[in-house]
């Protein structure tokens, strides 16, 4: 390659990463420049006072309190009900499938992992009709929408954990080895403490995108107004859903403001999220690996 | 030589897919001694050293036929039957590989990690036999005032002491070692040689090396791979 082409390669490598560090803060500064006069307790909490409402003791009508306790719900749920599925298959994945199931397998989670939320979502409300017909206390609810989100997020934990195992180097997969441990040792105590951060990036990606998706809940059992929800099989306010409600049916500008500031607040539970799971992982690696 | 046997090998052949490593190879190696082979990069001295602890079963495409017998308390074992594990195995052959590779723990759990795999619980035993394992490899003295902090800050050289700690733990009698010295200087490089000497009472060795000198310093038998043949070679003493 010519020294031209090169210079040339490298300047196009910096306005790319430039352009992209514009795009994420014209968006986040537009949002905030929008947005962030709306956020305030009243739009969180509407007319109730804060302690009563985080104490359950009554109800929020006018705030997105409830819509907050269903995103934070659905996303524990959902993240909670992929992680374990989704490691064990990783694992299945990288240490035991061989040949053809394998190949076979990983093209299925590759079209699993295209598979559009809307398709998810209608997906959830055949369950849930199904369900219905045989226990007539299931209707759309907290409860099959995360199972659905957790169909959508599988194939990213799946994949990334099956990776992080794969791309250790082949030294370290023998370390264990040498030293007597069985198969199923090297891989509690070495492989999978080593791919640790592989394997969280992709539950990062899963939080992310079961905070934000708005195709699969709307099918599934998100509403307008249910308050908190009050058990699993309940319906819920979510705030993806709210911000697409609010911001196709808006009655006044002030409405379409309170939608930028639900967004800020949805932006602020994913960091909040993603900080606690970076937590998570430095705390199981410290129990893995360091502890005494 | 009166050393009764140790490792008894016959008509041992090892490829990988259609490349053949080793040759019809028949091998005694005597106990207590110090075995070294010698030979070029890529020959197959490494994939040896596998066949006697039977890790090269997690090498893909890759085949063996033949004997290897090794006498484990007196009494010889055909290591590849079918119902002997290879986990049993890999606690009475330890192996010590070319760029030192503790884990990422403290350094009382790198060495004591053998002992958890191997079902120990029992805290205190535990930790009189790290200590015994440390002092084995010429590291205790370094060490002992440190043993909860990570190994990975460790130099080297005392990493690779380390490692040689972790497999001398369960106290196995025969420790392969793959180069252990390549990627040390030369002053932690005689340390660990002068430690292998010392082993020699308690193990029977084998060495790849790709140095001449240290191979006449510490061995008692050469041999250099070539060709998937072992040859005997001259040794200084």
Redesign the interface.
């Known amino acids: 390659m010519s020294r031209w082409m090169e210079r040339t390669l490298i300047v196009f490598c910096w306005i790319c990463g430039l352009a992209l560090l514009a795009a994420i803060t014209a968006i986040i500064g537009y949002l905030l420049y929008k947005g962030m006069g709306t956020v305030n307790l009243t739009l969180i909490f509407g007319d109730t006072s804060p302690v009563d409402a985080l104490l359950l003791r009554k109800h929020v009508f006018a705030g997105l309190f409830p819509a907050m306790v269903g995103t934070v719900a659905v996303v524990t749920l959902s993240v909670g009900f992929a992680i374990p599925v989704g490691i064990a298959s990783g694992i299945y994945m990288a240490e035991y499938a061989r040949g053809g199931v394998k190949t076979v397998l990983g093209f299925f989670f590759d079209i699993l992992a295209g598979v559009p939320s809307i398709v998810i979502g209608l997906f959830g409300f055949a369950l849930a009709i199904f369900l219905h017909k045989h226990f007539s206390s299931i209707y759309p609810s907290l409860f099959i929408s995360s199972l659905s989100l957790a169909v959508l997020v599988l194939p990213y934990i799946i994949r990334s954990t099956q990776f992080a195992l794969e791309n250790l180097p082949a030294a370290t997969k023998l370390i264990a080895v040498a030293l007597g441990a069985t198969k199923l040792q090297n891989i509690v105590y070495v492989l999978i403490p080593k791919s640790l951060s592989g394997i969280f990036s992709g539950v990062i990606l899963a939080t992310g995108r079961c905070a934000e998706d708005t195709a699969v809940i709307l099918l599934t059992g998100a509403v307008a107004f249910a308050g908190v929800p009050k058990s699993l099989f309940a319906q819920y306010e979510a705030l993806p859903f709210y911000i697409y409600y609010i911001s196709s049916q808006y009655a006044n500008q002030q409405e379409l403001l309170s939608g930028y500031g639900a967004s800020i607040i949805l932006l602020l539970i994913c960091a909040l999220l993603f900080f606690i799971a970076s937590m998570i992982r430095k705390g199981v690696t410290y129990q893995a690996l360091y502890r005494a | 030589m009166n050393d009764p046997i140790k490792i008894k090998i016959e008509h041992l052949f090892f490829r990988y897919g259609d490349r053949f490593v080793l040759r019809d190879v028949n091998l005694r190696i005597a106990e207590n001694t110090i075995t070294a082979i010698i030979g070029p990069s890529g020959i197959g001295k490494s994939t040896f050293l596998m066949t006697l602890?039977r890790?090269w079963e997690?090498i893909p495409g890759a085949k063996l036929q033949g004997r290897v017998e090794i006498k484990f308390q007196g009494q010889f074992q055909e290591i590849h039957d079918r119902d002997y594990p290879p986990?049993?195995l890999?606690?009475s052959v330890?192996?010590v590989?070319q760029?030192p590779?503790p884990?990422?723990?403290?350094i009382?759990?790198n060495v004591s990690?053998?002992l958890?795999?191997?079902g120990l619980r029992q805290k205190s035993a535990m930790a009189d036999r790290v200590e015994q394992a440390l002092k084995r490899a010429y590291l205790w003295d370094e060490v002992k005032d440190r043993l909860?902090e990570?190994a990975l800050l460790l130099s080297g050289g005392q990493q690779q002491r380390l490692c040689i700690a972790?497999?001398l733990i369960?106290e196995p009698e025969i420790l392969l070692l793959d180069e252990p010295t390549s990627s040390l200087d030369s002053k932690s490089g005689a340390v660990i040689e002068e430690l292998l000497v010392n082993l020699k009472g308690s193990c029977t060795l084998l060495i790849v090396s790709h140095y001449q000198d240290q191979v006449q310093r510490i061995a008692d038998t050469v041999f250099e791979l070539a060709e998937g043949k072992f040859i005997p070679m001259p040794v200084r003493k």
């Open positions: 602890n890790l997690t986990t049993t890999r606690r330890g192996m590989f760029t590779n884990l990422p723990m403290s009382s759990r990690f053998p958890k795999l191997a909860n990570d972790r497999a369960l």
